[in-house]
Antibody, heavy 117, light 107 residues
Framework: QLQLQESGPGLVKPSETLSLTCTVS??????????WGWIRQPPGKGLEWIGS???????YYNPSLKSRVTISVDTSKNQFSLKLSSVTAADTAVYYC?????????WGQGTLVTVSS | EIVLTQSPDFQSVTPKEKVTITCRAS??????LHWYQQKPDQSPKLLIK???QSFSGVPSRFSGSGSGTDFTLTINSLEAEDAATYYC?????????FGQGTKLEIK
């Protein structure tokens, strides 16, 4: 059974960079059939797509976040990562990683990241 | 960017009732529309993919229909465990977008 697990700091200071890693187990991140994505959800609000990456390193970002987002992949560790720079309180959210097979069919449990000094 | 608009935003229903949630896209997306269920403090779970295909392990009371710009999620014979927020999502063109969500309350 495929599993995804987010990890990273739960508290980030304003203007700093948020960094999260998603570890994939039970399957290979190098599968040619899937992209791997990051999605976030501010407290009490809906879902927002951040971006996606292919195992080859091809990336696609939400235009609203593109200037601040970097997604990378490490196939040797079966991981992909998110960096979001210059964070503000508006970036406080639960961050999910997920497998994109068209739909997002497998999701991590999510990790809450709070931006606060 | 394709905007997805769900209706209603909130619905209070009784067990065994039939529920219909709609999702309208701002432009045609073919059948690239997917439905998720999210319970409090849980990650979203895929219910229906490509408008009408049930995802593995999803109860048969959940079904989807539609194409182009108008889509429907139907829950037949609602159960108490179906209390959740439901989201649609389009993968027709980037950026991926989600509907605003429909919260289902069980009376």
């Amino acid at each position: 059974q495929l599993q995804l697990q987010e990890s990273g700091p739960g508290l980030v200071k304003p203007s700093e960079t948020l960094s999260l890693t998603c570890t994939v187990s039970g399957g290979s991140i190098s599968s040619s059939s899937y992209y791997w994505g990051w999605i976030r959800q501010p407290p009490g609000k809906g879902l927002e797509w951040i971006g996606s990456i292919y195992y080859s390193g091809s990336t696609y970002y939400n235009p609203s976040l593109k200037s601040r987002v970097t997604i990378s992949v490490d196939t040797s560790k079966n991981q992909f990562s998110l960096k979001l720079s210059s964070v503000t309180a508006a970036d406080t959210a639960v961050y999910y990683c997920a497998r994109r097979a068209g739909p997002y069919d497998y999701w991590g449990q999510g990790t809450l990241v709070t931006v606060s000094s | 960017e394709i905007v997805l608009t769900q209706s209603p935003d909130f619905q209070s229903v009784t067990p065994k009732e039939k529920v219909t949630i709609t999702c309208r896209a701002s432009q045609s997306i073919g059948s690239s529309l997917h439905w998720y269920q999210q319970k409090p403090d849980q990650s979203p779970k895929l219910l229906i993919k490509y408008a009408s295909q049930s995802f593995s392990g999803v109860p048969s009371r959940f079904s989807g229909s539609g194409s182009g710009t108008d889509f429907t999620l139907t829950i037949n014979s609602l159960e108490a465990e179906d209390a959740a927020t439901y989201y649609c999502h389009q993968s027709s063109s980037l950026p991926d977008t989600f509907g605003q969500g429909t919260k289902l309350e069980i009376k």
